[in-house]
Every structure is written in C-alpha cells, then in structure tokens.
C-alpha cells in the first residue's frame, strides 16, 4: 500500500498527488513514469512521473480526471493508500546518460501541453539542476487550465505561456509561438521536446520539421499496461515497430507514425466511455 501524503487541486479535474514511495523516487529519473493501480479491482493507470524527493521519498504524480479509473483515483483525499505504486519504468531521456559539458552547449526548447508540463517539470528540473538553461513554452486551453507555472519558472530559462483563446500570455497555439520564436524572432534550438496531447504532438513536430530542429515526444498517451504484453502502445517509428512502454515512451518526433498512433489511441474509446457511465452509477450509489 502507497500512502498519499499530499493533494494539490492544480486546476479544474488535475490534482497533483505526492506518493510515499521511497524506492522510486530513490531510482527516478527524467522521462520515466509508474504504474498507479487504486485499489484490488483498479485498473493499471501509467502516468509520467511529475517530481520526486528521494530524501522525502515521495513522488509526485499529476493526475487529470477524465476516465473511468482516473476519476476513482481523483476522489482519494491525503492519508489514505493507493494498491500499487510501481516503477520507476520506461527509458529514461536520453539527454541524462550525456556529457554534461556537451549538452551545456545545446539550446533546449520544451514544448508543453495540457497536464504534459507535469513530466516537462521534472525533466527542466534536473537540466537545470546540471546548469543546463532550457526553454519553455507551456500550452493551454483557457487560463483556468495553466498548471505549474510558478515551479516551472524557477527552473527554465525563459517561460513562454500560450492559451488557445488568448485569455492569458499568447494567444494561440503552441505551434504558432514557435513560429514566433524562431520563425520572427530569429532563436535557435538544437533540440525541441515535446510532451502533451498526441495531436499537439503531431504538429509540434511537423512545425520542428520544417526548422530543421531534432524533435523529442513522449508517447505516453497511448500506453496502457506499462508491460508492452497488451500491445496497445504498438506503434510505428521509423518503420520499425517500437512499444512505447518499453522502449519509450520518447522517440524522435520526425520518425513518428503519428496517424498510426492517433488510431490506436481511439481503439477503448467506446468501451471507456461505457466503463465512465458504470464508475458515475457507481459513485452515485456510494453517495447515498
């Protein structure tokens, strides 16, 4: 059992929870996520790793209630215990194994979406803390939706802030400041990472692409297992068949199959949405 000693609400349906979990956060590193199992009927949930402290040893994980299992593990206040909590899993991003001295010299873009800024933290974190200045811009819908921009200002070197309808920073998408950064103002990346909404994703790297710029996404969107035995985050990179969960969840964005992925990514819609009407009759009958 996983003690969660801390609840943040971050923003409408996300809550950031920190997990007693002393040897993951001992072992954690950037780009890699656990698997979070609720309790004795949950369902395996893979969610990217926010932050750790291994003096603590605690990690914390952001969590945005949209389905069925997600919505369960949302109702669970500080004090009580999640089933499991395993991990750390997946490879690690690949920037940590390099010389230190080398990578000091490169110009770092991240490009965040959504609840895709929790993993963006963790990873600007740990460059920052190698003296490593990294970029970011962070995406969202409305203002209400913008999460973690004051941990995520302490750590990079300039934070750029988008929403869709201009209701706080820039008003667009994440694409189209990139446009602004590289294609008006003339900066230069020699490499971009890109983590949130498979869509945004898409395009992220398709604006990259045209730059010339190496691309980085996390495809963690589509895993389901975190074992690679289920098959559902199968996916195409390069034109060779790759898992996400075991051999990613980064890739280089330009090899991506990202319509192959998209696909995939749909194939539960309609038996989640059928799980999502039994866990609200469910929670109904727990209420009365």
Aim: charged content about 25%.
């Amino acid at each position: 059992m996983y003690k969660i000693v801390k609840k943040e609400i971050l923003a409408p349906n996300i809550f950031a929870m920190d997990v007693l979990a002393p040897r993951v956060a001992k072992s954690a590193k950037p780009g890699q996520f656990v698997i979070v199992i609720a309790d004795e009927t949950g369902e395996r949930v893979p969610l990217t790793i926010c932050d750790y402290d291994e003096e603590a040893g605690t990690v914390q994980i952001v969590v945005q209630a949209m389905g069925s299992s997600t919505k369960k593990m949302a109702i669970y206040e500080e004090g009580e215990y999640f089933q499991d909590f395993v991990g750390p899993l997946g490879v690690p991003s690949s920037y940590v194994n390099e010389d230190i001295e080398e990578l000091k010299k490169k110009k770092i873009l991240f490009v965040a979406g959504g609840v895709g800024t929790a993993p963006v933290y963790p990873q600007v974190k740990w460059l920052h803390a190698h003296g490593v200045e990294a970029d970011v811009i962070m995406g969202a819908k409305t203002k209400d939706l913008v999460v973690l921009e004051d941990k995520l200002k302490s750590v990079s070197g300039n934070l750029y802030v988008a929403t869709d309808d201009g209701s706080y920073g820039f008003h667009g998408l994440v694409t189209d400041y990139i446009d602004e950064l590289v294609g008006n103002q003339g900066k230069e990346y020699d490499l971009c990472i890109s983590i949130g909404p498979m869509i945004m994703m898409k395009f992220v790297a398709l604006t990259t692409k045209k730059y010339d710029i190496p691309t980085v996404v996390s495809l963690n969107p589509i895993m389901v297992d975190g074992t690679g035995m289920c098959g559902a985050c199968r996916v195409s990179v390069g034109g060779e068949t790759k898992f996400a969960c075991v051999d990613g969840p980064e890739f280089d964005g330009h090899d991506v199959d990202f319509e192959e992925a998209l696909r995939r990514q749909g194939q539960y819609k309609n038996e989640e949405i059928k799980k999502d009407e039994a866990c609200k009759i469910g929670l109904e009958e727990v209420g009365k």
